[in-house]
């Protein structure tokens, strides 16, 4: 079983920054995708990006053109851990964000969470104005 725990949620206010963590545990995860989503109150669970495994060539793959420009991704394979910077967030980025791992599409990306298998119990993120 993978273990997914995600950390780094809070409250900003309009313009803030968040650094998100998500460490992974239990299971190799060189053959995984590793997805970060969001959901807000009242909305469907929607994807923001997603690393490519290292056994394809571990790219990053944005599903949102609002992150474009304000969310960036980074992992330290050394600690199995990845990383969701946010910049300049507004109240629509506030939501629970979750990380999720899957290899059914081996390894690459997609933002359906369908072809997830394991996912974190989530971190919220709420954006004053």
């Known amino acids: 079983q993978l273990q997914l725990v995600e950390s780094g949620g809070g409250l900003v206010q309009v313009g803030g920054s968040l650094r998100l963590s998500c460490a992974a545990s239990?299971?190799?995860?060189?053959?995984?995708?590793i997805a970060w989503f969001r959901q807000a109150p009242g909305k469907e669970r929607e994807g923001v990006l997603c690393?490519?495994?290292?056994?394809?060539?571990?790219?990053?793959?944005s599903f949102l053109d609002s992150e474009k420009g304000r969310f960036t991704a980074s992992r330290d394979n050394a600690k199995d851990t990845f990383y969701l910077q946010m910049n300049n967030l507004s109240p629509e980025d506030t939501a629970v964000y979750y990380c999720?791992?899957?290899?059914?599409?081996?390894?690459?990306?997609?933002?359906?969470?369908?072809?997830?298998?394991?996912w974190g119990r989530g971190t919220q993120v709420t954006v004053s104005s």
């Open positions: 999720a791992a899957g290899r059914r599409l081996n390894g690459y990306c997609d933002s359906s969470p369908r072809i997830y298998d394991f």
């Open positions: 690393f490519e495994s290292r056994e394809t060539q571990g790219g990053i793959m």
């Open positions: 239990g299971l190799p995860v060189d053959g995984y995708a």
